[in-house]
DNA sequence: CATGAATGAGATTTCATTCAT
DNA sequence: CATGAATGAAATCTCATTCAT
C-alpha cells in the first residue's frame, strides 16, 4: 500500500503545526501552553498533532530546531554577498538595527527563543546541542569574518577571533533580553551605540 | 515546633522556605518545580509553607523581591563609598569579574532571575512592577554616576547617561544569559573586554 | 469510548453524571460527596467528568436546572388538561399525595432539592435564580388556576391568588421537609388535611 | 491541685464559642465555616477551642442541643401561664408573627436550624435523637393543648391531636424555609392565614 | 490518517486536628 | 489552660497522552 497522503502534504501540516505552536509558545510559555491551545490555534486535531510528533517536548524541540537553521540560512547567504569584514559586521548589526522589537512577532520569536535556552540550560544533551549549534551556525559565522579581516588587514590584530563573537552575541543578546521585558526600552539607540563601539574597537582605523 | 514564636523565628523560617523554593526553582524552572519539591527540600511541611505564604506564585513573587533588594543593598553600599566615576564603574564591573559565573550557586541564582524576567514579561502587573523595580534601583543607579562624572569633567559630555546605563545592563545580562546555557562560555574574558570598551568610550582621556 | 461522537451520546453521558451526581448529593450532601465519589458511582472517569463540566459546582447547577424543568414540564402538561380550578388544584395535590415519599429516590429528591435551597440562600446571584425560576414556574401556575376559578365564579373572591399560591408551595414544602428527617412522619394524613383545609377556604361552597 | 478556673468561667467561655459558631454556621453553612471562621469570630484560639470541644462535629452538636431546649424552655414557660386552648394556640402562632424572619439573627437562626435537620437525616443516631428531641419539646405540647381543648369542649372531636401537632410544625417549618430563600415572601400575610385556617378547622365554632 | 472522548497521574491548595511551649 | 505553628490527608481540577471509531 502506498503513501496515501504526500510528503509535501505532511511537511506543510508539520509547519502549520509548528507555527501554532510558536504562538502559543510565545504567549504563554512553554509550559504553561497546553496542547489544547495549539489545538484551538492550529484549527488541527489533538490526534492528528500527535500523528506528526511524539511528544509535546518533540514539538518544542523540533520548533527550535527548524527556527535556528531558517535564521542561519537567511543571514549566511546575505553575509556571503559581502566581501569587506566591515561591511560584513554593518551588515550583521543592520539585521537587527532594521528590526522592529516591539511588533507582537518579534517579541514572540526573542521570548521563545530566551525559554528555550533557560529550557536546555537544565538538560544535559539540550545544553550540548545548543552548544554545538551555536558553535556551528554564530560564532564561527563571525570568527571567519574576523579572522578574514585580520588576514586582509582590515581587522586588528590584537583581537581575538573567537572571543569578538562570543563578545557580539553577548551583546545582542542583552539587547534582545531586555526588550522583552521593558517594553519600553531604547532597542534600536543602544544597539547603536554597540555597534559603534564595537566597530571602533576590532576595526583598524 | 513551638506555637507562640518571636518574629525572629518566623522571619527565619520564611528565608529557609524561601531558600529552599529557591533552590528548586533553580533546578527545575518555576513551572517544573512543585511545592513538594521544595518540601522534600526543606524539610518542612506543605502546610507549614502555605501558613506562610499564599501561593506557590506569592513564593516566587517574595523570594524575587527579597533577591533584588539584598542585591542592591550590597551594591549600593559599597558604590556610596567610592568618589570618583571611574572607581564607581570598575567597582560595578568587578563585582561580575569577581564572580565565578559556573558554581552553582550563582548559575541558579542567574537561572532564577532570567526566567523571573520572562514569566513578568507575560504579565503585565508584574513588567510595570519590575521595571520601576529596574528603574529604581539599576538604572538611576548608574545615571547619577555618569552625570557627577560629567559634572567634575570625568566622563565625556556626548554620553548620554540613561542610555548607557541601559547599555551597561544590557551587556552585562547578555554575558551572564549566555554563561547560564553555554558552560564554558569564556565569562571573565569576555566582560573584560566589556569593561575595557566601556571604560574607553565614557571616560575622558 | 467512539472519539466523534452523536450530540445523543453526549446528552446522554452528561445525564449519566448528574444522575450519579444527584445520587451521592443525596447520600452525603453537596459539600461532603467528592468527585471521586461520583467517579466511583458512575464508573466514568474523573477527566471525562470535567469534560462535560466546568467544576463541581456546574455539575450541582446544571443538575438542579434539569430537575426543575422536567418536574414542571411534566407538571404542566397535565394540568392544561384539567378544565376547572377544583380538577387542577385536586391534580397538584394528588402528585404529592400519590407519592411515595419514604423511598430512597424520593427522600433524595427531597433532600438534593432542600440542600440546594439552603445553599442558594447563601448566594445573592443563585438566590436571585431561585426566586426567578419559583415565580415563572411554581407561582404563576397556582396563581393562574387562582384567577381563572375567580373569574368562573370557581374560587372566593376574597382569596389573594399570589398569596395563596406561596401559601400552598409553603406547606407541600413543609411537608416534605419534615418527611426527610422524621422517618414515621405521616406524610399522607398531614398532606390530605391540608389538602382538604385548603380547598375548604379557596372554593365557593 | 484544684482547678485553676471556675466552672462558670468554662460555661462562659464555651457559650462564647457557641455563639461565635452559630454565626459562621449561618454565614456559610456548616461544611463551608471553618474553626478559623469561629476562631476569628470570637477572638478564641484554635487549642482553646478545642479545650472545649472535641471536634468541630461536636461543635455542632451542642450547639444544637443548647438552641433547641432554650426555645422549647422559653416556650413552655409562656404556654403554661395560658388557660385555654385557643389562647395556647393563638400563643403559638403570635410567636411567629411576632417575629421579622428578615432581620439577620432570626434568617441565621432559621438557616442553621434547616441545615442541621438536613444533616441529621443522612446520619442514623442524629435522626433519632432529632425525632426524640422534636417528640418530647414540640409534638407533645402541641398534642397536650389539643386533647386538653378536646376535654373542655373547646377542640373539635374530629381533630386527631397527634397528626394536627404534625400539621402545625409542618406549615410553620414550611413558611420559615420560604422566608430563608425568597427575601421578599409574605411571610407574615402568609402565616396569618395559616393561622386562620388552623383555628377555624380545629376550634369549635 | 483524522478525530476528540477518555484516562489518571499529579499539581495546588485547604483545613481539622495535634502538641510543644 | 492558652496558644498557634505544624501536620498531612484529602479535595478539586488540569492536561499530556492514548486509542476506538
Known amino acids: 500500500m502506498p503513501p496515501i497522503v504526500s510528503d509535501d502534504y505532511k511537511e506543510k501540516k508539520k509547519k502549520e503545526i509548528l507555527s501554532s505552536a510558536f504562538v502559543c509558545f510565545a504567549k504563554k510559555g512553554f509550559e504553561v501552553a497546553t496542547i489544547n491551545d495549539i489545538v484551538e490555534h492550529s484549527g488541527i486535531s489533538k490526534g492528528a498533532i500527535y500523528n506528526y510528533f511524539q511528544s509535546k517536548d518533540d514539538i518544542y524541540l523540533e520548533l527550535m530546531s527548524t527556527e535556528t537553521s531558517q535564521t542561519y540560512d537567511e543571514l549566511n547567504q546575505e553575509i556571503s554577498k559581502k566581501t569587506s569584514a566591515i561591511e560584513k ?21 526573542f521570548s521563545v527563543h530566551l525559554e528555550f535556552k533557560l529550557h536546555s540550560s537544565r538538560n544535559k544533551e539540550l545544553t550540548e546541542r545548543l552548544r554545538s549549534r551555536r558553535q556551528k551556525y554564530f560564532i564561527s559565522q563571525i570568527t571567519d569574518i574576523l579572522i578574514d579581516g585580520q588576514k586582509s588587514g582590515e581587522i586588528k590584530q590584537d583581537v581575538n577571533p573567537e572571543l569578538f563573537a562570543d563578545l557580539f552575541w553577548s551583546m545582542v543578546d542583552g539587547v534582545v533580553s531586555q526588550t522583552i521585558v521593558y517594553e519600553d526600552y531604547p532597542y534600536h539607540e543602544v544597539l547603536k551605540e554597540i555597534k559603534k563601539m564595537f566597530i571602533l574597537r576590532v576595526l583598524v582605523q
Do not use: Q, S, T, V
Not at 559586521?89 to 516591539?102: C, K
Open 89 to 109: 559586521l554593518n551588515y550583521l548589526f543592520d539585521i537587527y538595527l532594521d528590526l522592529n522589537p516591539f511588533i507582537e512577532e518579534n517579541k514572540a520569536r
